[in-house]
């Protein structure tokens, strides 16, 4: 190792990153290659081809090849763009530099190799072997939030052999040593090695590798030896791929397309019959005129024919419907980047489109499956309430005991203690008054709180203490301790120095009774410097209780209803309990404890039978509320999602308590439910007999057999489709599962009864879940529910849900990016979510499905008139319009307003939207954009096509101007026809567009006036002059747009077209109002004119159950060993280092990394 | 608070109607007020329209003759399947004046003027005067581009080709004698096609432009003899030719054929008996073809077409039908809504 010469001679991975695609000279050619490789764009090519065939070209080249140049140079100067800006995103991390002790130089990111020895100081490094750290026993800590989602820090610790380096950079630069180990793989939590140095081997696991992602925390700096890099790295080998995502609108659009191309070979054959039938009948005798081409008979003329057709016809699908698309969504993408309305000024994070192809999905979710911690949550604990000695504090009273909004409560001052923390912030000043005053329970309370714990302190200047806690819960009440005058200053493994109301007292530390999932406690036993010994106690209510002192019984009733108060507000719980020892019974007990030990066998259970021993006649202090706080917004955003129809899943990790109190504080479950089933059962039956019940219960007349419908939907109806309909429940319901109970219901057989049962509940919460069961319940709501569905989350755990959903949603701002990274939307707070999905998302449907509507209308009118011409023109493909206009119809003349019909349309603004959610449920039902209003939309343009081309046949039948010269020649009609055609889109355009901008109306009037001047230009004299072949129907438009009745003839067509449509709609919003006209209806005036008043929001009423999430702790056991380990500090003398192997902290290392794979073994069995 | 914005992180969102999605906007919506008003008012007017131009139309003069010949008592007939010269007169009567300007129009049915092929087989170069494109016409002339010897045929193309041959004049019988209706051939064409589209080449004598080209085959005579009596009817630039080279939108078309401008019969067409002279010499017996003389006179609205006024009377009724009813259905839900 660290020899570079010799390490190259391998071949690992490099460290540089490459995402972008393309370079300088290889751009045109492999973006030209991938651009044709989309089957639309394949498809224009071919048209080109055929086209250049003399023929079958029924028209110029041109007509396909300027818009397909058009298209191509948009998308190519996108990709390009893209990929400029990947460039640059490599260039910066790669060029991003970290010290490399070869030469103790500093070296890009981009050239570290294996082998290289580097000082970690960012967190932004490869795998490495740890070496030495700044910390005590070469410690370091991370935090592997983006690895695994868990939050907690975790220890990681490097070998002594190494450790003694320290940062002495000779060392450092002169060590040599071997590493064997496997080869890369993507276990997180497996790595096996050896080291050899000095001809000696050392083991390597996990514990001594710092994978790249981790952050490290609390450590000035570490030293780390390269193992992996770039490609091989842990995490990169962990990223699955991320699979492309398409909205449902994509795919019906494709189904359309598809359809379409199928109508277009149609109308082409009927077209190559009607040709084979009128050369036998009319251009056989026709011949005098115009004399067949030698060797063209009839078969091979209908032939070409077909191709012509398809060449005229190919308008049906233009090219430009993708680019506009593709256009419309980056546009729509752009506004959700642009929204003030979800930037969070705190963490200054913008909300975030970084997917620009999923906008329209946005408006139609039906299912939304959160994450808790982190997403709902903030994930801050804070000290909110207190019971000291049957005193109620911090409830929001004024001083003459009446409920007081907290917003006008004054913030509790704490300057007079230099030690506070100015983060804290409590509202009730009794309290205060009361320590200051002396209390003497008040004060035995918070210095409790100040003991009792497993907290580090560290203290980098003098008094500015940060902590470090294993469980926000635990810092958060140390931190409340600290700011009321018992400051929790330092901690050796016999002692703890605490400040009290600024007095400096060192506590001797007897033992640590530490936390575990059965105790649900914890306590310590100090002695005061007076000698006298105490231990404190803080648990679980129900605990606490059966080991009260009998005196108590009267605090504890009044505790009781405290608790139950802080219960019904969401709050977590703790009673604190405290006991007097002797001086006697505690030397017994110390060599007891003693003994136990150091026993070998049993250890445990001596060591529990101790603490049962000790803990026993407390005297109750009160109890503690700490508000695990939910973010800003939540319990409204969640009203409202919820009156939109989408239904919310909360997918946590956490304990089936901690979710379900959290389900009540953001009104996810709801004191009027009828009833919340629970499900916890251990084996598959008792599972599904869970389900059942529940399903009985809420259902009774339900079939036993759910009925799947079958279907086949996609393109060629490859795709299966198994639906499970919803079914009527009268009533709310509540589901709550943990994980094991959701393991065996994800099995095959039972997830049809889970998604039953779980689909009839208004609300269900999964506790307890891992990652993987996290996508499983995503996709099994996907397989069988054809019904959009979002994932929201910000930890790493919730990637794979994200992933697995339509749209994944993550939380930014939060340090983990691994969420947000394989996101496609991301915001800083949850409750942006309702201004994404009940505005944006809205907005986005609508305008999307308005703009495919009025894209295939307006290409479906004007190509079908070619067809109807057929009829008259002998079939011989010849098109009504000039090539020109043909070519200039979809990227010029109609191509602008309908971009902003697709951008800027809205037809209620957002404030509306949040006042009647409601608003959002045609997008969940598919109603603005389906088959059904595709043929509609046909039935309609096939009219329009027939109005506008018989229109202009009758009058101009043997017409004439009025100078008695020609009127009804081709070239006019032509004139006549697409001059028509353009009032007719655009007054259908005009009829659409809900919300007249001044853009909207710039590009439609300049899409008229554009035509009007590009048709006089093209037919004017002078261009004739230059380009004579090109430009054949110089002065048509002069000669025919003088005559009124060519005039009169357009606006016939042109109001025959559009009113009907006009009488449709208004006798429709009459007879059948649709939901936005029935909220409009509500208000006398035409309610988009008017703002509403925000909808007043009540918040929920309190709870009045005595549902108790009593637990703050973390979910394994704490750190206690560590705390009281002798090892903790670092000792200079290296001896006491060896024996280390057995170091408790090995086997008591909390929660150990778990991938996703050995998740999915568990479930499984 | 201006202040605070001067201190914006760049990563804030710009507080714009644009990119608030805030713009200004007028939002129509189809409410009754606008909608039956407007369906009430745009019916009047249709009607109104309709009405005037239904009078215009029915006010214009027509005299149609099919001179086809297909029945064997018509005096054409004989003419039908001969392939020599031949002429034959029809006559007809007047009964009242015939307000002039008259124009004298012939008509083709079935003719598919507008068949693509049929319409691309020319060559614009050409016909603009341009002399490379005499020697090397455009292979859209095909299969009249050069003849069986490789000599480029001018003007090239089947449109050219087929150009309408029958000649007509009209007497008018004054007391017994036949007075020839004096008939102009200027002013029949497009000012843009006669001074713009369409050129001889500038070479003097015409003729001379015309060396080494061939005729096309159906014409009797090279272009460059279409009317030698007057130079600027001769050529590309000759007035007949240039209305058939402005080719038909539909299989039935009548073109422009003389003005009757001169003389006595400014004013019209007197009542009276006429005789039509053909000389018959276009073939449309094989594909089913009529042909016809039509003498009209115009109105400000075109040619004789009732359609157009028909349609307006029909649509402005429907849309004053379809107010009523639209009120009748306004009237009885919103009232019953109020309820």
């Known amino acids: ?1165 | 608070m201006v202040k605070e914005e001067q201190e914006e992180s760049p990563n804030r969102p710009d507080n714009t109607a644009f990119t608030q999605q805030r713009l200004p906007a007028w939002q129509p919506i189809l409410s009754a007020s606008i909608v039956i008003p407007m369906f009430v008012l745009i019916g009047a007017a249709f009607i109104g329209v309709g009405v005037a131009l239904f009078i215009a139309s029915r006010d214009i003069q027509l005299q149609e003759l099919d001179y086809t010949g297909d029945d064997s008592a018509h005096p054409c007939y004989k003419c039908r399947s001969s392939t020599e010269k031949c002429t034959c007169s029809m006559t007809f009567s007047i009964p009242n004046l015939f307000k002039g300007p008259v124009f004298f129009y012939y008509g083709l049915t079935n003719y598919f003027q507008n068949q693509r092929k049929y319409g691309a087989s020319k060559d614009d170069n050409q016909l603009y005067g341009d002399l490379d494109y005499f020697k090397d016409p455009s292979s859209s002339c095909d299969p009249y581009t050069l003849d069986s010897r490789n000599i480029p045929i001018v003007p090239c193309g089947a449109l050219a080709n087929s150009m309408f041959n029958d000649t007509f004049s009209l007497s008018h019988v004054v007391n017994g004698t036949q007075k020839i209706v004096p008939l102009n051939g200027k002013g029949i064409a497009w000012w843009t096609d006669y001074n713009v589209k369409f050129r001889n080449p500038s070479v003097t004598p015409l003729i001379n432009a015309f060396n080494g080209t061939k005729k096309p085959t159906n014409w009797p005579k090279p272009a460059y003899e279409l009317d030698t009596t007057d130079v600027y009817n001769n050529g590309f630039i000759n007035q007949d030719f240039l209305v058939w080279m402005r080719r038909a939108a539909l299989p039935d078309f009548r073109k422009l054929y003389r003005r009757i401008t001169h003389d006595d019969y400014v004013n019209g067409l007197p009542a009276g008996n006429y005789t039509l002279t053909i000389e018959y010499n276009y073939p449309v017996y094989s594909f089913n073809g009529r042909k016809k003389v039509v003498l009209s006179n115009v109105s400000w609205m075109g040619g004789k077409n009732d359609f157009l006024g028909i349609a307006y009377i029909v649509v402005g009724s429907m849309c004053v039908v379809m107010s009523i009813v639209m009120l009748i259905v306004y009237a009885k839900f919103k009232f019953a809504e109020d309820d």
């Open chain 1, 1 to 1165: 190792a660290n020899d570079r010469a010799f390490n190259q001679t391998w071949q690992y991975a490099k460290n540089a990153i490459k995402t972008s695609k393309y370079n300088l000279f290889s751009f045109l050619p492999l973006n030209l290659f991938e651009q044709f490789s989309r089957l639309a764009n394949a498809y224009f090519l071919f048209l080109l081809i055929l086209e250049l065939i003399p023929q079958i070209s029924a028209v110029p080249w041109f007509t396909t090849a300027v818009p397909l140049i058009v298209v191509l140079s948009i998308s190519g100067v996108k990709d390009a763009n893209d990929d400029i800006n990947r460039h640059k995103q490599d260039k910066q991390v790669n060029n991003h530099k970290v010290k490399v002790l070869i030469h103790g130089e500093e070296e890009k990111w981009m050239n570290i190799q294996v082998g290289d020895i580097i000082k970690v100081e960012s967190n932004q490094f490869a795998d490495l072997l740890l070496l030495s750290s700044s910390e005590p026993l070469n410690l370091i800590y991370v935090e592997t939030a983006e690895l695994d989602g868990e939050t907690n820090l975790k220890v990681k610790q490097a070998l002594t052999v190494t450790g003694e380096m320290g940062d002495n950079i000779d060392d450092l630069s002169a060590f040599r040593g071997e590493v064997r180990c496997e080869p890369p793989n993507n276990h997180l939590d497996k790595f096996k090695g050896t080291l050899t140095v000095d001809e000696q081997q050392h083991g390597l696991d996990n514990d001594k590798i710092l994978l790249r992602g981790c952050t490290v925390r609390n450590t000035e700096w570490c030293f780390g030896l390269v193992i992996f890099a770039g490609l091989d790295t842990k995490l990169m080998q962990n990223s699955g791929r991320t699979t492309f995502k398409r909205t449902s609108i994509d795919q019906l659009m494709n189904l359309l397309v598809l359809c379409i191309f199928g109508f277009l070979a149609t109308i082409c054959a009927i077209m190559t019959v009607g040709h084979a039938i009128w050369e036998v009948n009319e251009g056989s005798t026709f011949t005098a005129f115009l004399p067949r081409q030698s060797g063209v008979d009839i078969p091979l003329s209908s032939f070409y024919t077909f191709w012509s057709y398809v060449i005229v016809l190919n308008t049906l699908v233009p090219s430009s419907l993708y680019v506009s698309v593709e256009m419309i969504r980056l546009g729509n993408s752009f506004f959700i980047d642009w929204d003030r309305k979800m930037y969070y000024p705190k963490k200054d994070t913008p909300a975030q489109a970084r997917t620009t192809t999923l906008n329209e999905e946005l408006g139609q979710i039906k299912y939304i499956f959160s994450d808790k911690t982190g997403t709902l949550t903030q994930n801050i604990m804070t000290f909110n309430k207190c019971s000291i000695n049957g005193r109620n504090y911090g409830r929001n009273l004024t001083p003459d005991d009446n409920e007081c909004p907290l917003q006008n409560m004054k913030r509790v001052d704490f300057t007079w203690n230099q030690l506070a923390d100015p983060k804290f912030v409590f509202h009730d000043y009794s309290l205060l008054e009361s320590v200051k005053e002396g209390n003497p329970e008040a004060q035995a309370f918070f210095r409790l709180l100040a003991l009792c714990h497993t907290v580090m302190s560290e203290e980098k200047k003098e008094g500015e203490l940060n902590y470090q806690a294993q469980s926000p819960d635990e810092g958060a009440l140390v931190t409340a301790a600290r700011n009321f005058g018992f400051v929790f200053r330092s901690r050796t493994p016999e002692t703890i120095t605490v400040m009290e109301m600024g007095r400096k007292v060192t506590y001797e530390l007897l033992a640590v009774l530490d936390f575990n999932n059965v105790r649900k406690r914890m306590s310590v036993i100090v002695r005061d410097p007076e000698g006298k010994m105490t231990l404190y106690c803080k648990g679980a209510d129900t605990i606490i209780y059966e080991r009260l002192h009998p005196s108590c019984s009267k605090l504890k009733d009044v505790t009781s209803t405290h608790l139950n108060e802080y219960a019904g507000d969401g709050l977590r719980t703790l009673a604190l309990a405290y006991k007097d020892l002797e001086e006697s019974y505690m030397e017994r007990w110390l060599q007891r404890h003693q003994e136990a030990t150091t026993a070998i066998e049993g250890r445990e259970d001596r060591l529990d039978v101790l603490y049962e021993d000790i803990e026993t006649h407390l005297m109750l202090l009160g109890a503690t509320a700490v508000e695990d706080k939910l973010q800003d917004g939540v319990p409204h955003t969640i009203e409202q999602l919820a009156k939109a129809d989408i239904k919310i899943w909360v997918l946590t990790g956490d304990k089936q308590e901690t979710a379900e109190n959290i389900g009540y504080s953001c009104n996810i479950l709801r004191e009027e439910m009828k009833e919340i089933f629970v499900v916890t059962a251990n084996t598959a039956d008792k599972v599904k007999e869970e389900l059942q019940n529940a399903r009985r219960k809420m259902c009774p007349g339900s079939a036993e057999k759910p009925k799947v419908i079958k279907a086949r939907a996609g393109l060629f109806w490859l795709q299966k489709t198994q639906t499970v309909q919803d079914e009527k429940v009268n009533g709310e319901y509540g589901l709550i599962i943990n994980g094991h109970s959701l393991a065996y219901a994800l099995q095959e057989d039972l997830e049809l009864e889970l998604l039953r049962t779980a689909c009839m509940c208004k609300t269900v919460i999964c506790c307890r879940v891992t990652p993987l069961q996290k996508a499983q319940v995503v996709e099994l709501v996907k397989k069988y529910k054809q019904a959009i569905t979002l994932a929201i989350g910000d930890g790493a755990n919730d990637v794979s849900m994200i992933k697995a959903a339509h749209v994944g949603v993550g939380i930014s701002g939060q340090e983990g990016m691994q969420a947000v990274l394989s996101s496609d939307f991301s915001f800083a707070q949850f409750r942006y979510l309702q201004r994404l999905l009940l505005a944006h998302g809205r907005w986005s449907y609508i305008r999307m499905c308005k703009f495919l509507q009025y894209f295939f209308y307006k290409n479906f009118s004007y190509t079908l008139l070619h067809f109807w011409y057929g009829f008259f023109c002998g079939f011989s493909a010849q098109t009504v319009y000039d090539s020109w206009f043909i070519t200039l119809y979809n990227m010029v003349y109609t191509a602008t307003s309908v971009l902003a019909l697709g951008l800027f349309d809205q037809d209620v603004n957002d404030r509306w939207s949040f006042r009647y959610p409601q608003l959002y449920s045609p997008g969940q039902l598919n109603m603005f954009f389906s088959k059904r209003t595709f043929v509609q939309c046909l039935i309609v343009t096939t009219y329009t096509s027939l109005v506008l081309f018989f229109i202009p046949w009758a009058a101009m039948q043997d017409s004439v101007r009025g100078d008695g010269k020609d009127v009804a020649d081709y070239q006019s009609f032509s004139m006549l026809t697409q001059t028509s055609l353009m009032l007719v889109v655009s007054a259908q355009m005009f009829l659409d567009t809900h919300y007249w901008t001044a853009i909207n109306q710039f590009f439609l009037l300049g899409s008229i006036a554009a035509y009007l001047a590009i048709t006089f230009t093209f037919y004017s004299n002078g261009l004739f002059f230059m380009f004579t072949s090109s430009f054949p129907f110089i002065g048509s438009a002069r000669n025919s747009l003088n005559q009124p009745n060519v005039w009169l003839t357009m606006f016939l067509t042109c109001l025959l077209c559009i009113l009907p449509t006009v009488a449709y709609r208004f006798l429709h919003m009459l007879l059948r109002p649709t939901i936005t006209d029935k909220v409009g209806n509500q208000n006398q005036k035409p309610f988009y004119c008017i703002d509403p008043a925000p909808a007043p929001y009540r918040p929920p009423p309190r709870r009045v159950s005595t549902r108790r999430s009593s637990y703050a702790f973390s979910h394994s056991q704490g750190y206690g060993d560590l705390v009281t380990s002798r090892k903790f500090l670092r000792l200079k003398r290296r001896p006491s280092l060896f024996g280390r192997k057995d170091s408790p902290l090995v086997e008591n290392q909390p929660q150990r990394y778990r991938t996703i794979t050995e998740e999915t073994k568990e479930s499984q069995t």
